[in-house]
């Protein structure tokens, strides 16, 4: 018999999914990621609850159109497979009939009928995180196969163009194009005039749009307007290989890059026609180095080619080992995610594309102009919540997504961090926010005024540095960088046991004090700081520091458990109060194991106590939920059963068509409305689950001394150690606030 929660959700299915006329799997997404590769090349199909790949244009992650469009013409008929192009043909277009779709963590795939032929219509974004230059390369591949349906031979062409609306978030300005044929057909276009680090409605307004393919027999190009690209290719079943050399405004007779292949007659499968489209810029990234001065940084492909063709012609060329690696990824990570259930796999599987598209591999070049392949620094944007860059409680919640994949890539996401503020240039004691208010430039904030989340910052700055030193066996950030983690921690000790009234990275929520849930993370900090001690062999810090974590949770027990004792309070006092208390997360996933294992208990019950259709509340003050926050609690719940009540419940919230943006997190648990977050790389923070494992799997023995420095042991060394008088000092005049904060607050 199927438990309660797989009925409801397989009754949902059929309900949200009756119109539809193709079969999905897993499900059909609000928004079908195309192209997503970087915050610059990002194009979707909002789908809603069921728009075919022909039914609607593709988008930018903002919802602008970027035309993207496609056409199988056989036996002289066309048939639309991709966008809505318009012609002026006297003879109309048809529209392929879509059969099925699936996507996977790299893919997206269509089948579509067009007359006597079935086409399949991939669409693949690398991921391939073990290997810097294929993951900084800004390319995503679209390929189009054909197959006769009827046992017949037929005649095949095959078409598509991409419109300048590539290029800029205004599509008032002039644009100007070219077009390059030689092994590779390559259309090029770009603004006339550009803004080096310049964006407009979050399109970059810089660097170039490419639109290539192989050079095959049968290949044509053309460039021009819209209508008259597209209607030659109806016409003829092939383009003139002219260029138009009318530069003008995007939205003047919108200037499309037409690419062309004639199959000729196929009796069978036909092998793939492959196009590359991206957004190349360069410089990319503005970084702040020390004493205010200013690099410009390269992304790390660049490393290995010259010049965009030698990219471009490398990509084309290995698209069938690159989907062949693709393939394995999929098959991993489904694999690994379907141990733990079905629902759980297909929401991994839609979120990585999305998660990777916010970020870019980048290098620095050393004074003779050659690049420093020694210096790799990640950087994120904080996609749709703001523009910021590398902001410390969005990497943190995407941090399993680069646990799990590889943990390099998260090192290189904090390094920005560290690198600006071992210059001294910024002047707070705790974590810097982000990196800059504007992506992409990382210019930090030397005036100390970046939206303050101190120990939200300094705890998420620890918790994961000392993951990334477990699972890598690298000691270099907690060297090079011990001082800067050591003060974090002495501001947590004096403001994590009974937070200041503050946002957390919930700042949409609104300011509290005595949080429960983000003293949990201050408290973990501090712990995280005893075992990063440990590792470098400071035995004192390492007592002293995992004394005051362990003294931290046994006050911290009293102060936020509810009178009744069924739950946490959201805040100190509040017995009517509760939350996600997903920060619990980060103790199991470092092993340091300094939270009761009555807590996690008494959690799971009250969750599966207090579920909404959709989900779990964030917390009282509101309806809504954050997804990876629910994934976080799933990670951490004892029971399977209300694991997979969230697991399934955000399926459910993906799966339920009431939106057509890319996914969100951000969503309501009453009726699973999107309260307006679209395309964060915070769900990463769905591959918690997989991090976990992977943390279950490698052990809690942390790097070091064997008989020393597990961070699972070190709370049971820092209970048999002695205060100290300091620390006396300071439980003193924390018990004295608590006493104010909760009485006055």
């Not at 100007?176 to 307004?205: A, C, M, P």
């Not at 390269?298 to 393939?327: C, E, H, M, P």
């Not at 911290?556 to 805040?571: C, E, I, P, R, V």
């Not at 769900?683 to 799997?697: N, Q, W």
Request: aromatic share 12%.
């Amino acid at each position: 018999m199927l438990p309660f929660v797989a009925v409801i959700t397989f009754l949902f299915s059929g309900i949200v999914h009756a119109a539809v006329t193709w079969t999905a799997m897993p499900f059909n997404p609000a928004s079908v990621p195309l192209a997503v590769r970087s915050p610059y090349l990002s194009a979707w199909l909002p789908q809603g609850s069921g728009t075919a790949l022909n039914a609607a244009w593709p988008t930018f992650w903002t919802g602008s159109i970027v035309g993207w469009a496609g056409f199988v013409r056989v036996d002289g008929t066309t048939y639309t497979f991709l966008g809505l192009p318009a012609t002026n043909n006297s003879t109309p277009t048809q529209k392929a009939v879509q059969k099925s779709f699936q996507f996977t963590s790299t893919q997206s795939i269509f089948v579509l009928t067009a007359g006597p032929v079935d086409i399949t219509v991939t669409f693949l974004s690398p991921v391939e995180p073990d290997d810097l230059v294929q993951q900084s390369l800004p390319f995503s591949y679209l390929s189009v196969s054909a197959s006769p349906n009827d046992g017949s031979p037929h005649s095949v062409q095959v078409y598509s163009d991409i419109s300048a609306e590539w290029i800029t978030g205004d599509n008032s300005l002039t644009a100007t194009w070219n077009t390059t044929v030689g092994d590779i057909i390559t259309h090029q276009v770009q603004l006339q005039t550009q803004t080096v680090f310049g964006e407009k409605n979050d399109h970059i307004q810089q660097g170039s749009a490419f639109y290539s393919t192989q050079n095959s027999t049968g290949a044509t190009f053309q460039s021009g307007a819209d209508i008259d690209v597209r209607s030659q290719f109806v016409s003829r079943g092939s383009l003139p290989n002219t260029q138009d050399t009318d530069f003008r405004a995007v939205q003047d007779r919108f200037p499309v890059f037409g690419l062309a292949h004639d199959l000729g007659t196929i009796a069978s499968p036909s092998s793939p026609v492959v196009f590359s489209v991206g957004h190349v810029r360069d410089p990319a990234i503005q970084y702040i180095i020390a004493n205010g001065a200013l690099q410009e940084r390269s992304v790390f492909f660049w490393t290995q080619f010259s010049t965009v063709q030698d990219a471009i012609s490398s990509f084309l060329g290995s698209y069938n080992d690159a989907l062949t690696r693709a393939k394995a990824f999929d098959d991993k990570v489904n694999n690994d995610a379907s141990a733990i259930s079905s629902d759980y796999a297909s929401i991994v599987a839609l979120s990585i594309r999305q998660a990777f598209g916010a970020t870019e591999i980048t290098v620095s070049k050393g004074s003779n102009g050659s690049f420093n392949t020694s210096d790799v620094l990640m950087f994120m944007k904080e996609i749709s919540s703001d523009g910021n860059v590398n902001t410390v409680d969005v990497i943190f919640p995407a941090w399993p997504l680069f646990l799990y994949t590889n943990p390099t890539l998260g090192k290189d996401l904090l390094l920005p961090l560290f690198e600006y503020q071992a210059t001294g240039q910024y002047p707070n004691k705790w974590s810097v926010h982000d990196m800059g208010a504007s992506y992409p430039k990382a210019l930090g904030h030397n005036d100390g005024k970046d939206e303050p989340m101190p120990v939200e910052e300094s705890g998420n700055m620890l918790i994961m540095t000392l993951s990334y030193t477990q699972r890598s066996n690298d000691k270099s950030l907690i060297t090079t960088y011990f001082n800067l983690l050591d003060q974090w921690t002495q501001f947590l000790i004096t403001d994590s046991l009974i937070p200041a009234n503050q946002i957390s990275t919930d700042d949409f929520a609104g300011s509290l004090a005595n949080q429960t849930n983000l003293a949990i993370k201050g408290i973990i900090g501090i712990q995280a700081m005893a075992g990063i001690a440990a590792l470098v062999g400071d035995t004192a810090r390492q007592s002293n520091y995992s004394s005051i974590a362990s003294s931290y949770v046994s006050q911290w027990q009293q102060f936020a458990t509810a009178s009744g004792g069924k739950h946490l309070t959201l805040s100190y006092g509040d017995d009517a109060s509760w939350g996600l208390a997903y920060n619990l997360y980060t103790d199991k996933l470092l092993g340091t194991n300094i939270f009761p294992s009555s807590v996690f208990d008494m959690q799971t019950t009250w969750y599966g106590s207090v579920a909404n259709n959709f989900g779990v509340p964030l917390d009282t003050r509101h309806t809504y939920t954050k997804s990876d926050w629910e994934i976080w609690t799933a990670a951490l719940v004892t029971s399977t059963s209300v694991r997979d009540l969230l697991i399934s419940s955000v399926r459910k919230y993906a799966a339920d068509g009431s939106s057509s943006q890319p996914l969100g997190d951000w969503y309501e648990t009453t009726d699973g409305s999107v309260e307006g977050f679209r395309a964060r790389p915070v769900v990463g923070g769905h591959l918690a689950l997989l991090a976990l494992s992977e943390s279950s799997a490698i052990g809690e023995q942390t790097p070091g001394d064997s008989s020393q420095t597990s961070a699972g042991n070190l709370t049971s060394q820092g209970m048999r150690s002695s205060y100290g008088t300091s620390l006396m000092t300071i439980m003193c005049f924390l018990s004295l606030l608590r006493t104010f904060r909760v009485v006055f607050v």
